[in-house]
């Protein structure tokens, strides 16, 4: 599998490569929230069980789309122990964005879920604001994300001044439609988790109601109150039962991650 994937990575480089023009006209957002090698795990729970694993890690070195330098990002879930035994889960999410533009240039997603499966390569032109999904080729908005690059997108925002109940704004291309979403900023709390007490910013995202979550606010996040901006610990209600994910380890970050001391 993994093999494949690094194949249709190159040859979807060179058809987007091919067709993007030689002039560098891409926004450049500034990001201080994560470099090359950075990796994080995190646990995950389905009620009192222990349900899987998964993990987000930006690769040692810079990918190349012509003449830009992008992240090369892989996201892996997968169930664990008596879990599998009634729903097993093997996902694998990649994304390659513009270190610059912070925007995708390709995204992969394969995905098999208690057997639902899911295969997309989806192929962006931020140049020409274009996305090729191998069905058809659609017009997208100014820095649009897809699933996995939105969460790094978002990370590079700027918190400094913000206040409660501010929002901010992500637009998704998943499932060959576009998906605004809002984040609402809920405050500040002290979040505990096996690694420590980590002072965190609370965020509720604005979801898709009806497709996996209960309600268009089901979710709440809080990701660490420093430059890093990583998820700490995730909570939400699903339409049967409900999920939390705490961070279980980290490497490779940018910045040093506040922790209250014990």
């Not at 830009?68 to 999410?93: P, Q, T």
Request: glycine share 8%; hydrophobic share 40%.
């Amino acid at each position: 599998m993994k093999n494949k994937i690094i194949i249709i990575i190159g040859i979807l480089f060179g058809i987007v490569a091919a067709n993007s023009p030689a002039q560098t006209t891409l926004p450049h957002f500034k990001n201080v929230a994560y470099k090359c090698g950075e990796k994080l795990t995190f646990r995950v729970h389905y009620g009192m069980i222990d349900a899987g694993e998964c993990s987000l890690e930006i690769m040692k070195d810079y990918e190349k789309i012509g003449p830009r330098e992008c992240y090369h990002i892989v996201g892996i879930g997968k169930s664990l122990g008596a879990f599998n035994m009634f729903f097993k889960v093997v996902d694998r999410y990649e994304t390659v964005i513009d270190n610059e533009a912070l925007t995708p240039w390709l995204f992969i997603r394969r995905v098999d879920e208690g057997g639902y499966k899911i295969n997309q390569n989806y192929s962006f032109n931020p140049y020409k604001h274009t996305v090729n999904t191998g069905k058809e080729t659609v017009t997208v908005p100014d820095s649009i994300q897809d699933l996995l690059s939105a969460f790094y997108f978002a990370r590079t925002f700027d918190f400094s001044k913000i206040q409660e109940g501010e929002l901010f704004y992500v637009t998704m291309y998943l499932d060959e439609k576009l998906y605004p979403m809002a984040i609402k900023f809920m405050g500040r709390e002290t979040v505990s988790t096996k690694l420590g007490k980590f002072p965190c910013l609370k965020f509720s995202p604005q979801l898709l109601k009806g497709r996996i979550f209960k309600e268009q606010e089901g979710m709440t996040l809080w990701i660490s109150d420093d430059l890093n901006h990583i998820p700490i610990r995730l909570e939400s209600d699903l339409l049967i039962g409900s999920i939390k994910i705490d961070l279980s380890d980290y490497s490779g970050l940018s910045n040093i991650l506040n922790k209250v001391s014990e």
